[in-house]
């Protein structure tokens, strides 16, 4: 089992920024791929950036390219996400994931992300 703590969120105007943080614990050496989530009210959940652990490998949902960036700390098994420019469309909880992947799957975009954590809000005001 693997166990993720998400921390960072907060209320912000727009044009500021935020770093998200995603603490791993437990079995971390079976998951190779991870990635940041978010979901805002009435809205389906969307992947916003992803990473292969392995090789440090990054993708990012077109929209949130240039503006958010996704980074890893093996060595303390955090996960982040720098958010800038926020704007208020960016408003939403934002998870972090995990699963068990190869690169393969990491490329073609089927990875199943079995560990969730709880979440943090971001809230972005005009």
């Known amino acids: 089992q693997v166990q993720l703590v998400e921390s960072g969120g907060g209320s912000v105007q727009a044009g500021e920024s935020l770093t998200l943080s995603c603490a791993a614990s437990?079995?971390?050496?079976?998951?190779?791929?991870m990635a940041w989530f978010r979901q805002a009210p009435g809205k389906e959940r969307e992947g916003v950036a992803f990473?292969?652990?392995?090789?440090?490998?990054?993708y990012y949902a077109d929209s949130k390219k240039g503006r958010f960036t996704i980074s890893q700390d093996t060595t303390k098994n955090t996960l982040s996400l720098l958010l800038n420019t926020l704007e208020p469309e960016d408003t939403a909880m934002y998870y972090c994931?995990?699963?068990?992947?190869?690169?393969?799957?990491?490329?073609?975009?089927?990875?199943?992300?079995?560990?969730w954590g709880q979440g943090t809000q971001v809230t972005v005001s005009s």
């Open positions: 994931a995990a699963g068990p992947c190869d690169y393969n799957t990491y490329v073609l975009g089927r990875v199943e992300y079995k560990y």
């Open positions: 437990g079995s971390t050496d079976s998951i190779s791929c």
């Open positions: 990473i292969y652990s392995p090789l440090g490998r990054t």
